[in-house]
Every structure is written in structure tokens, then in C-alpha cells.
């Protein structure tokens, strides 16, 4: 079973550009989640998809920030336009109904994103 | 709101060393406890787990007991090899409702085991 994959795992861009991060959850899984961990500190959650339905954006920093899940499959992550705090290493995870509802979510290697 | 502190790190060992990450937490309510792992180039994967007070989870021969009245989850390993070498993150979820798989994490703790 494949897991977690995204895309690119690494994108270095200038302030002001557009980037779009991709990620493709395990088959299957109904849930999926962003996360980003910045300059080191600690991973935070951006937001969940329950299939196509944001379930829960609350950790969404600003409206730069656009994410979507177009038929409940793969899930794309634009930043538009990027600032330099936007730097750090974003992170998709998925999971089944009943693995979410423990908590146990399986991650992608992660997309470094550098804005310069 | 939900807070989990670890230890500083990084952590550096011998082999066959006994390994104690230290890991508090800030929560209303009844939390469950995790421990994540990330191997070099890989992604997270979750370790071990607690879903109530004084469970004990365990895996790979990691421990790591969910203590209520200290608000603790403090991950332990008796003899550490060099294979243990990565990032360990505590974390924690508010099981139910709409927190479904919001966790919130610690800093993280980089261990390097030496032969």
C-alpha cells in the first residue's frame, strides 16, 4: 500500500510568487490534514478535510492561503502570494474514520518550502 | 488552550544507553497522548500511544506511561541502538467531535545514537 506522497519536497521561490503544494493520502482515507512546522519550532495544524469538506481550517494563518480537495482525493496547498514567513516544511497526513478518531494519522515525507 | 512541552534537545547517546525524553502537557479535558517519529527522509509515524490515565504505551521497546496528576508522558527506552537515531515528537488530541486528528505537538527532540 502506497503511502503518503507529496509534492514537490522541496520548492525555493521568491517573496511575492505562487506556489502550490500537492498531496496524494492513502487510498481509502476520508481524512486529511495540513500541518507546517516553521523555523524549527513546533509542527501546527493548518487544517483538515473530511472526503471534499474542510472540516476544520482554524489554524490557516491568513488568506494567502488556499487549500482544496477537489473529489475527495488528493488536496492541493496554494500560497499566493508568499512572504517570507512562510518558510518551513508543510506536512500532509490521512487517515480512516476510525484512525482519526484515535489520533493515529500517517504523514507525508513533508514539502520544504524556502521563499527568499 | 492545548500546550505539550518536550525536553531540549538535541539528545546525544551511547549505545546500549537508557534514553528518557521528557514530555508535559497542557489540556482541558481528557486527552489522548502520542509519540511520533521521524526517521531521516521519511515522514512522521506514530510510535506509541495513551488514551487514558496510567495506560502504558509501548512498541520497538519504547515506553511511555500517561500520568494525569503530573500531566506527563515522558517516552523511555532501556538500551537505545543506533538505528533509534531521529526525531521524536510528543503530542497530544482531543479524541471526538470535530478535533478528529487535530493534534498538537511538541518541538520535537533530535536523538543521535553513537555507536
Known amino acids: 500500500e502506497a503511502g503518503v506522497t507529496q509534492f514537490p519536497s522541496h520548492s525555493v521561490i521568491e517573496k511575492g510568487q505562487t506556489v502550490t503544494l500537492r498531496c496524494d493520502p492513502i487510498?481509502?482515507?476520508?481524512?486529511l490534514y495540513w500541518y507546517r512546522r516553521v523555523m524549527g519550532k513546533e509542527i501546527k495544524f493548518l487544517l483538515h478535510f473530511v472526503k471534499e469538506s474542510k472540516q476544520d481550517e482554524s489554524g490557516m494563518p491568513n488568506n494567502r492561503f488556499l487549500a482544496e480537495r477537489t473529489g475527495g482525493t488528493y488536496s492541493t496547498l496554494k500560497v499566493q502570494p508568499a512572504e517570507l514567513e512562510d518558510s518551513g516544511v508543510y506536512f500532509c497526513?490521512?487517515?480512516?474514520?476510525?484512525?482519526?478518531?484515535?489520533?493515529?494519522?500517517?504523514f507525508g515525507e513533508g514539502s520544504r518550502l524556502t521563499v527568499l | 488552550g492545548n500546550s505539550v512541552t518536550q525536553m531540549e534537545g538535541p539528545v546525544t547517546l551511547s549505545e546500549e544507553a537508557f534514553l528518557t525524553i521528557n514530555c508535559t502537557y497542557t489540556a482541558t479535558g481528557y486527552p489522548s497522548l502520542f509519540w511520533y517519529v521521524q526517521y531521516p527522509g521519511e515522514g512522521l509515524q506514530l510510535l506509541l500511544k495513551a488514551t487514558k490515565a496510567d495506560d502504558k504505551g509501548s512498541n520497538k521497546g519504547f515506553e511511555a506511561t500517561y500520568r494525569k496528576e503530573t500531566t506527563s508522558f515522558h517516552l523511555e527506552k532501556g538500551s537505545v541502538q543506533v538505528s533509534d537515531s531521529a526525531v521524536y515528537f510528543c503530542?497530544?488530541?482531543?479524541?471526538?467531535?470535530?478535533?478528529?486528528?487535530?493534534?498538537?505537538f511538541g518541538q520535537g527532540t533530535i536523538l543521535t545514537v553513537h555507536p
Open positions: 503530542a497530544l488530541s482531543r479524541a471526538g467531535g470535530t478535533s478528529y486528528g487535530k493534534l498538537t
Open positions: 487510498s481509502g482515507h476520508d481524512n
Open positions: 497526513a490521512s487517515s480512516h474514520r476510525g484512525g482519526a478518531n484515535t489520533g493515529e494519522l500517517f
